[in-house]
């Protein structure tokens, strides 16, 4: 097929890209930088510019494909005002909807966050679960949703949404703290690391998202990708140290006096548009549970994720040391 897709200078864009050019699809990779993707044109990629936030490039980039990835999204950076993440994370569903409309582009796959859901009180978690967005980040994302739905349900465009868990896999940094900490060992647990942290391999994300651009019943459709296994922060932990080759970290620090240090760096970084050196939302991490069930994706779209933990966070170790991460 001939698709495109957006963010492809990020991680989760740029490994979706090349997965797809391997499929057998005809790729365009959006970029508000195409020099920051060169790789991508190696891999027989055309890289296009664009920014999700002007709708003249997004039509110009959309005309002649059949199926829109939508993955860039405005994660969560310090100083940005609101109004930036609805321009990016909400408005621009809706236009990419309207566009497919109006160009003859058969499907939109919009990449959202199982964020939406926020702490799981009684995991596992569906699809149907309560919506509990915790930050300006995931509001946005609930609100792309819903604008994205309210367009498709207008214009009769086929529209798929995936709520990705914890993504991770070579290259990615989000979860280098994690991974990486674990085996540089520098990674410090806050509280008893019971809750759950569910997280997705990057491979099986990919196989996951194209089978929401080529399954027939999936239009319409909303589902959560995540992979087999659902451990807890701490089993995560182990599993990471034991594939290193290093002992399990032992410290452990009560998490509520570090989460209001990070509510007072909060109070007074922020308004001065500078980065905080710590979060509140950082400290969620340790606190939150999140597992999720992926019965629907498994039964509708023959989702089947194929790297184990073991497995995946092997290679993502690997590919840290081949690169001189740790």
């Known amino acids: 097929m001939r698709v495109l897709v957006t963010g492809a200078t990020g991680f989760t864009g740029g490994h979706l890209a090349r997965w797809l050019a391997r499929s057998g699809d005809e790729v365009r990779a959006l970029a508000r930088d195409p020099s920051r993707a060169p790789d991508l044109a190696t891999a027989g990629i055309t890289v296009v510019t664009g920014d999700l936030k002007d709708a003249e490039s997004l039509r110009r980039n959309m005309s002649g494909v059949e199926v829109v990835y939508n993955i860039a999204a405005l994660y969560r950076e310090a100083g940005l005002p609101a109004s930036d993440y609805r321009a990016v994370n909400a408005a621009a569903v809706a236009t990419i909807v309207r566009l497919a409309h109006e160009l003859g582009v058969r499907r939109v796959v919009h990449c959202s966050t199982v964020g939406v859901h926020g702490d799981i009180e009684h995991p596992p978690a569906n699809e149907d ?13 609930v609100e792309g949703e819903r604008l994205g ?21 070579p290259g990615d940094r989000r979860l280098f703290k994690l991974f990486g900490g674990v085996a540089r060992r520098r990674f410090v647990m806050l509280g008893s690391g019971r809750n759950f942290y569910h997280v997705t391999y990057i491979d099986d994300l990919c196989a996951g998202f194209r089978l929401c651009g080529t399954v027939p019943a999936a239009a319409g459709r909303t589902y959560i990708l995540g992979g087999a296994e659902t451990p807890t922060l701490a089993d995560l932990v182990r599993l990471t140290a034991e594939v290193a080759g290093v002992a399990p970290p032992r410290l452990r620090v009560p998490i509520w006096p570090v989460w209001l240090a990070g509510a007072a760096c ?61």
């Open 129 to 141: 679960a309560p919506i509990s967005p915790g930050d300006v980040y995931q509001e946005t994302k």
């Open 149 to 169: 739905r309210e367009a498709a349900a207008r214009y009769g465009v086929e529209l798929v949404i995936t709520r990705p868990t914890g993504i991770y896999g």
């Open 266 to 326: 909060e109070a007074i970084f922020t308004p001065l548009g500078l980065s905080p050196p710590l979060y509140r939302r950082r400290v969620d991490f340790f606190r939150k549970s999140r597992a999720f069930d992926i019965s629907r994706a498994k039964r509708e779209l023959g989702f089947a994720p194929a790297v184990g933990l073991r497995d995946g966070i092997g290679r993502t170790l690997g590919w840290y040391r081949e690169h001189g991460w740790i």
